[in-house]
């Protein structure tokens, strides 16, 4: 009984560590003798014991490595930092495991020289603003290269591009003197805009008050004009209402009175009177020849 428990217990102990369960986006490289074997996948698997060995549990997922920074060389002779990030896959398994000695090295190393040699082919202002080109450029080469490792690289990027001391103070002189470049150019240009918005204000004014004017002086004209329109009627009514009212010599000679009275009410300081009255009633007949030559001519 107890060598039973004790063979049990042996077998427990070697058989249950075979077992071996691959988890999602894994592979396990396995070995049988020292010599490649197969790769798992995920799932419940089972090796032999003393036989079979796990040699690499490789991870599929995107893998990121931030690089230090790398000194590097322009075209100019400007020597300058630059940190890269890296994006890849492990793609086969086997590839990566027998491929070559320490992958993530590998790539590091790779990425630096073939950052060395994209940027001594350009000038300092070039490297600043060509990232795309540096970025593209190093993917296809890595992603080339690594190929025969089991590893495909999605992207490249360049992080940061640290320049000398005395670069980045010439370079901070020339942006800070184009913004106020740039700032002189839009206050000009505004200061013109603006006096062309006053000048068109004050023409526009100028002709409103000019029109405001002509239709004032207008009303006024046509007021005027009616003014002595409707005088002149109110005249042609009197003289046709006395007219029609067949006026004898008496009140002919009335009216001339009433005439009188008003031009004493007026601005003459002299008013001749005839000496005898009675030449009013020759004033009055004088009178009515004057209404009925108004009354033929009207």
Same mark, same amino acid.
């Given at each position: 009984m107890d060598v039973l428990i004790i063979i049990l217990i042996l077998v427990g102990v070697i058989v249950i560590p075979c077992?071996?369960? @691959? !988890?999602?986006?894994?592979? *396990?490289? @396995?070995? +049988?003798?020292?010599? =490649? =074997?197969?790769?798992?996948s995920n799932g419940l698997h089972f090796k032999i014991p003393f036989i079979d060995r796990v040699a690499n549990k490789v991870s599929l997922k995107e893998i990121v490595k931030d690089f230090a920074p790398q000194p590097v060389i322009t075209k100019d002779n400007v020597t300058m930092q630059i940190d890269t990030v890296v994006y890849f896959q492990i793609t086969?398994?086997?590839? *990566?495991? *027998?491929?070559?000695? %320490?992958?993530?090295?590998?790539?590091?190393?790779?990425?630096?020289?073939?950052?060395r040699n994209l940027i001594g082919d350009l000038e300092l202002d070039q490297t600043l603003t060509s990232r795309d080109l540096i970025n593209s450029k190093m993917r296809a080469i890595l992603d080339e290269?690594?190929? !025969?490792?089991?590893?495909? @690289? %999605? +992207? @490249?990027?360049? &992080?940061?591009?640290?320049? !000398? +001391?005395?670069?980045?103070e010439a370079m901070e002189k020339q942006m800070r003197a184009e913004r106020e470049r740039r700032e002189k150019i839009l206050q000009a240009e505004g200061e013109k805009k603006s006096s062309i918005l006053i000048a068109e204000g004050e023409k526009e004014s100028a002709i409103l008050r000019a029109e405001a004017k002509k239709?004032?002086?207008? +009303?006024?004209?046509?007021?005027?004009?009616?003014?002595?329109? &409707?005088?002149?009627?109110a005249e042609a009514k009197g003289i046709e209402l006395l007219k029609n009212a067949k006026a004898d010599e008496p009140v002919l000679t009335l009216k001339s009175l009433e005439a009188l009275e008003k031009m004493a009410n007026g601005q003459s300081t002299k008013i001749i009177v005839p000496s005898d009255l009675q030449n009013l009633a020759t004033l009055g007949t004088t009178i009515r020849e004057m209404l009925d030559t108004n009354g033929k001519n009207n």
């Open positions: 077992i071996k369960i @691959v !988890p999602q986006a894994s592979t *396990y490289v @396995v070995e +049988r003798i020292g010599s =490649y =074997y197969v790769t798992w086969d398994a086997k590839l *990566y495991t *027998y491929g070559v000695e %320490n992958p993530i090295a590998a790539i590091e190393t790779l990425t630096a020289t073939t950052l290269a690594t190929d !025969p490792w089991g590893i495909k @690289v %999605n +992207r @490249v990027e360049v &992080k940061n591009i640290i320049p !000398p +001391r005395d670069i980045q239709e004032s002086e207008i +009303r006024i004209a046509e007021g005027e004009a009616e003014a002595m329109l &409707k005088l002149k009627e």
